[in-house]
């Protein structure tokens, strides 16, 4: 988990989405780099995102699994 968010923090891909308090919410979910692959947009607007927040989390992440 820890390994997952320094990864997330550092990522130039990510610096252009508001990613709100993503980080603390992959802590308390206890979210690994297995699981993050595996998130939807749905799942992010779960956790308090806006549906635009998401819809970028999720096409960023379908980025990663290329």
């Given at each position: ?9 550092e990522d130039s891909k ?53």
């Amino acid at each position: 988990m820890e390994s997952l968010i320094k990864f997330l923090r550092e990522d130039s891909k990510l610096k252009h989405i508001e990613v709100g308090d993503l980080f603390t919410k992959l802590e308390e979910k206890k979210i690994t780099g297995d699981s993050f692959l595996k998130l939807s947009g749905w799942d992010f607007k779960e956790y308090g995102m806006s549906l635009r927040q998401a819809l970028e989390l999720e096409d960023y992440i379908k980025e990663l699994c290329e």
